[in-house]
Structures are given as C-alpha cells and as structure tokens.
C-alpha cells in the first residue's frame, strides 16, 4: 500500500510543506522564506513567520497533492538541528496534525533529510556529500550505520559568509545569488586567506579580508569573485579530501548553496578528477523544504521508527552523526 | 619504472627506483577547476612547505621520510620510501595492547612536534605509517606550520578526534584516550591548555 507522509520543515528562516510518497514521488512542495529587510535572521521573528504562514503553506501541500487530509498516513517533521522558537513552532504544527488527524509522528534529522533527498534524485547509494546552506557547511559520509561529518566549519557557514559579506557591500537577503551575478564581472584576483585545516576549514578569516578589501575600494565584482574562488576552493579541497580518504564514487552537492553554479563546476571537476560520479540536487529539492522531511519520515517509519508526542521535544543541536541510520 | 602508490587529495604518489634506492616522488597536480591564480600559490607553498617541515620535524625528534630533491617549479619531492602498513589499515587488525601502544606512541610524537611549536596540519591515521621493524613514522607535511599558537596545535587535537570519530568509530575511545595520555606524558602539565582549547574548538563548529 502507498504511504503519503506530510513533511514539515521549520528549522531556520524557512517554513515549508511538502507531500512524497512510499515509492519516492514528490507530489508537493511549498515553502516561504523569511527574508528581514535588513541585518540577519531574528529567531523569534523567523518563529513568528512560521506560525502565521505555517497553516496556509500545509493546506497548499496538501491540495496541491491532490489529497485530503484523512488520506496522510504519516507526519514528519523537522525536530532538529535549528533554531529552538523555530522548532518548536514547527513541532507544536506537526504534534497537532499529528493527534488531530490520529496519523503516525516521525521527528526528522534536518541534515540527514538533506543527503536522503539527494541520493533519491540522484540514485545514488553511498555518497561523499557536500552539504552547504546558510548555517551549515559539512561534508558527509556514511560510515558504520551513521553518517558522519568528515569536514566542517570551525567557525561560519558558508551560506552565512556571503550574507554578511553582501551586508557589507550593501546587497539583499539572501546575498549568495547576487554575490554569484557580481562575481561574473570580476575580472583581478585578491588573494585571500585560505584557510584548510585537514577536513575542516575556517571563512572567518577570508570573510574579515574581504570586508578590508571593501574598504580599500576594490569594486565589488573582484570581491565577490576573490570570495567565490577561494571559499569554492577550500570546499574542493576538503571534499576531495574526504573522497581520497574514503575512497567512495559519487559526490553529491545539497544545501541552497548548491544553487550556485560556479560551486557546482568546481566540485564537479573533483568527482571527475577521482573518478566519482557527481549530482547537483536541483533548486527545489537544495534548500530547506518538506519534501526531503516527508521522504525521510518514509525511511524512518518504515524501519519501525515512529516518535511519540511526549518523545517529541525539539533538539537544537542534534548532530548528524547522533543518529542511527537503520534503514541503510 | 613509476608506479602509482596513491592519488590523494592534493597529489598523486608514485613508487620509483633511483640511485639504486626505492623512493617515493610526490606530484602536485594542477586542478584545471580552480582558479589559476589560487592553484599554482597552492601548489608551490604547499611543495615547499612539506619540504621544509620534514626536516624541521625531523631535528625535533620525529621520524620522517628525508627529501632527496625537489622542483619547485614542477611541484615535485623525491623522498624516502617508508616500506610498512598506513596506522589506519592496522588500527582494525591489531590486539587491543598494541593498539594503545601505538595510539600512545602517535600522542607522543605529535606532542613531540608541538613541543616544538610545530603542527602537523592532517594528523589522521593515513598519514602514519608503521614500518617493518614496528617504527612509526609521519608522513604529509603539506598543511604543517612552525610558531603555533595554542589555538593552531588544539586544532591540531580537534582533527585528530575527527579522524578517530570517522574513521576509526568502533576503536575512537580506546585510541583517542591512548593517544591523549601519550600526548600528556611528553607535555605534561602544559598540555592542559591545548586539551580544553581542543573541546572548545569542537563545540565551536557545532550547529547552535
């Protein structure tokens, strides 16, 4: 019998609902994103963006799936990582559904729901993968029954350098899609820190010398250029770090950094320098959204793993590697 | 005769035979994704770097292949052939005891290098190698830097958890404690301050 799983995403600035299916069919996916007219994200406002959009965006999952709601058989929802006033209005949406429409719960790893939803576009089934968005940066693998987290950030996200740096340079919310058009204009390469330490690396450095630059009028176009080489560059270099260490033959490229098409050609480039096949998750499937929460509450449920209300409290930092991943 | 021992990250390995010795030659290959500029300063800082700290790390007391030759312009280091078995491949093969053993002994010798303010830079498991006659040797100084600070030798720590953590996840507590008293018997009271700017570090990158 098909499962349809209702998947609720609320961890950060977006809220969003999507519909899959048991045999990995998509039939729905919408979401909103919080976009402050200026500074970053404030947690209570992004929490109050949910709640008020959160009802209107289900109902549109849900119709536009072409189903009512007593035909959802399952509840999934991001528990965590994230943002605790997000979360918990996101949890308190999905418990009510949940006891309302008398219908399975299933609380989400956020960052293991991005990798799954990648590898059902992609097909592929042990990918090294990039994972990149405004307050992540890692590289994943998965490795006796959990995925763990070869590479990471030590200090900024990348998604989060390139919106202070666009705050700087006077750009909109969110800045990496102007960062990109500006840096196809950039023609002289300031050299900035590059900073790779094993697996891990550091923006916060580069992120100081490029504002520096900014100050010394170097036009924009050669700053966001300057910044998109060496901060791809770094990712290339610890992404091919973790392929050479496990020796694994796709790499997969998700997180709504994974927009950027100047990223993609670099890590493209890795996966074929080592023989690995390479998938970009398209835009509607890379950022935050409810489909990958819906798939992923297909993976857990059907492997027995269902969370009760009272077990549902969120997790602000649950780590992607805290889990265990039965059902690879 | 070049045959390919591993192609890494950053270079590929070959197998050689010169001056009737067996050696190892470590090329620096030019990425045509990255941006010229960025490649080739790579390149070359990281050929010189790797050759300059092999030695540096040597005098401290570390045991490290010795460099033959370099060309800096072609990104190349002819060195010693370390003939034994990657730590990493040994780690899962080994009797519990020699697994502390040499876990203990990798702690001494990177506490060895940050006694001299030197870091390794990729303390993982691949990049020591146990030879025949059960020496350890370090191997891969590209990312090795001199006058480290305690953040830059914490880091150093911080990396060596994550490679035990991902690599080694069945074993990382034996050989994390191991390597860490190792680390301390060679440090003594002054690894403290490294160790909890360990932990700091590693909170630091978690998702908040």
Redesign the interface.
Known sequence: MTLYCLGIEGTAHSFGAGVVTSEGKVLSNEWDMLKPAQGGIHPREASRHHSELGPGIIKEAVKKAGLDFHEINLIAFSQG??LGPCLRTTATIARTLSLKLETPLVGVNHCVAHIEIGCLESNFNDPVTVYVSG??TQII?F??G?F????????IAIGNMLDVLGRELGMGFPSGPIVEEEAKNGRQ?H?LP?S?????LSYSGMLTAAKKLHSEGVPIPDICFSVQ??SF?ML??IA??A???TKKNELLLTGGVARNNRLT??L???A???DARFHRVSPSLAGDQGAMIAWNGILQYNTGHETKVENSHVL????T?DQDILWR | MKQVLA????SIIYKVEQWGLPLVLKWRQG?????K???S??RKSRTSRECKMLTVSRTLGVPTPAVYSVDLNKHIITMDFISGTQFKQLAGQIPRSNLISLSYGFGKLIATLHEGDVVH????T?NVIIDDKSRMWIIDFG?SEMNATTEMKG?DL??IH??L???H??LQETMLDATLEGYVEVLGNTAELTLSRMKE?RE?????
Do not use: C
């Open positions: 990582p994230g307050g992540n693998a490795a006796g959990r763990r987290t070869f590479g990471e950030t030590l200090d390469y050299s590059y790779v330490k094993g697996m891990d080489e060496t560059g290339a270099e091919e770090r392929i050479a260490h050609e670099i493209s480039g890795v074929e320098r080592h602000p930092k649950w780590r590697d | 192609k890494g990250a950053e990425k045509s994704y990255l941006l500029d960025i490649d300063q790579l830079g990729d303390p993982t691949s990312l880091v911080h990396l994550r490679a953590e991902t690599t996840w069945d570090i630091r990158g978690r998702y908040h």
